[in-house]
């Protein structure tokens, strides 16, 4: 169960609103994550050579990782404020205002001058625009599962959260569809695309994530009078255990895409082990079946424990850390598709849809925003500069530096899983499953 006995505010079938609440969560989630994993994919295939052209081309690739890092360093500061906004005024201003910034930022990085064009100013202003984005991106996250967890039904909360953790490989599989179509333009229009043709995505995404109405759970806890003053000082002064737990779960997932995604689309191109155009094919066919993964991850932690499911993959993970590197280094397309869908279906997707439900559990509801938006976040850092982490061993260790890293982050993930207390065992379900039975159905549930 949650971190607090189940109150008015959160009912046991959900609301009536729950599906437009997680659809609307999710539009947001896809534009937010299609803007922010596009510059990663920029800044492995064109970046170096638009913004740092005077470097040779390993230098070039650490400088626009390093731009990369920038944004996931920003995170923290998004998550502290829009969780902070999102447990005193509610989680939907701030899921509105964090899609706007992030359109414009987005939008701007397409319309940057050049290093051929404007010298230094040109890395200055695409650092800058990055920053930008980490703040949006680390505002939005919190808001949107947040949401979507406090409309849906008891039972069904890790499918529901599941949903809008599908938008990430969504997101993912449109940013990089772009990508493979905008490769054949000339010159810098390959990279300048995908990033202006975001606006239509967020006009799309305003409409929708206008008509979501505000979490249950807020109002139930504002109408109690019990808004917290402080709720970041709250969470780190009375949750700072489950702070760091949190913390430690969230690296092995996004890090370990860091390594095993970011990272390996430069790597298979430094190395000549796949072109650009096969390397985006393999990233768009992981993440349409990542799509569905997501949802189907977040459903099985409704049945068997969000704990249990964190626990398998991270020990899958720490296994699978050499033999990824070993099946790519063939330099065969079969090889290079099975590694990425693998990488992603398995050992990202599933600790992502294991997330979406098991980090608002574990904060109590007042100060749920900031403490599930701060976890979150603040392993954004690490993630942030793992590429540039991960450049730096290969030259040290070669592609056994990065394996070593990718292996290391998951055996942190397996540790505080085993760490971290389980919300939805057997007795917690077993409560749940009578709560469901003896309260009445307002209305008719359906699968999102």
Request: aromatic residues 10%; glycine residues 10%.
């Amino acid at each position: 169960m949650s971190a607090e006995p189940q109150r008015a505010g959160d009912p046991v079938h959900g609301t009536p609103d729950r599906h437009r609440v997680a659809w609307g969560s999710t539009a947001g989630a896809v534009i937010e994550s299609y803007d922010f994993i596009g510059f990663g994919t920029a800044a492995a295939l064109y970046f170096g050579d638009a913004f740092f052209p005077n470097a040779s081309p390993i230098v070039g690739t650490l400088s626009a990782f390093a731009t990369l890092g920038v944004g996931f360093i920003a995170r923290p500061l998004g998550g502290v404020v829009g969780g902070h906004l999102g447990d005193r005024i509610g989680r939907k201003p701030v899921l509105v205002a964090s899609l706007i910034v992030m359109g414009l930022a987005t939008f701007a990085i397409g319309l940057l001058p050049t290093y051929a064009q404007a010298g230094l100013l040109a890395p200055a202003l695409l650092v800058t625009v990055r920053i930008i984005q980490g703040i949006a991106y680390g505002a939005e996250w919190g808001g949107a599962i947040l949401m979507t967890y406090e409309h849906a039904p008891l039972l069904r909360k890790g499918a529901f959260t599941g949903v809008v953790q599908s938008g990430f490989p969504i997101g993912l599989l449109l940013a990089n569809l772009v990508f493979l179509g905008s490769v054949a333009l000339p010159g810098d229009w390959a990279w300048r695309v995908p990033f202006l043709a975001s606006l239509l995505l967020v006009i799309i995404g305003l409409i929708v994530r206008s008509k979501v109405p505000e979490s249950p759970v807020f109002e139930d806890v504002k109408e109690r009078g019990e808004i917290a003053e402080a709720p970041i000082v709250e969470v780190i002064r009375n949750d700072w255990r489950n702070l760091l737990r949190g913390i430690g779960l969230r690296v092995a997932e996004t890090a370990g895409y860091a390594v095993a995604i970011t990272y390996m689309i430069s790597y298979l191109k430094e190395e000549e082990l796949a072109t650009s155009g096969e390397t985006i094919l393999a990233l768009c066919i992981a993440s349409g079946i990542g799509i569905a993964a997501t949802i189907a991850w977040g459903w099985l932690t409704d049945h068997v424990g969000r704990r249990s499911v964190y626990v398998w993959v991270t020990l899958f993970s720490a296994l699978w850390a050499i033999p990824m590197f070993l099946l790519v280094n063939t330099g065969t397309l079969i090889a290079v598709i099975i590694t990425i869908v693998i990488s992603y279906v398995i050992c990202q997707n599933a600790l992502a849809g294991s997330q979406g439900a098991w980090f608002p559990e574990l904060f109590q509801a007042k100060t749920r925003s900031s403490g599930a938006s701060l976890a979150y976040q603040i392993s954004a850092m690490i993630s942030g500069l793992t590429p540039f982490t991960t450049t730096l061993l290969f030259l040290w260790l070669g592609w056994m530096g990065p394996a070593l890293l990718f292996g290391a982050y998951a055996l942190l993930g397996l540790v505080a899983a085993l760490l971290t207390r389980e919300t939805w065992g057997k007795p917690e379900r077993a409560e749940a499953h009578r709560r469901t039975a003896e309260t009445p159905s307002p209305v008719a549930t359906t699968t999102p």
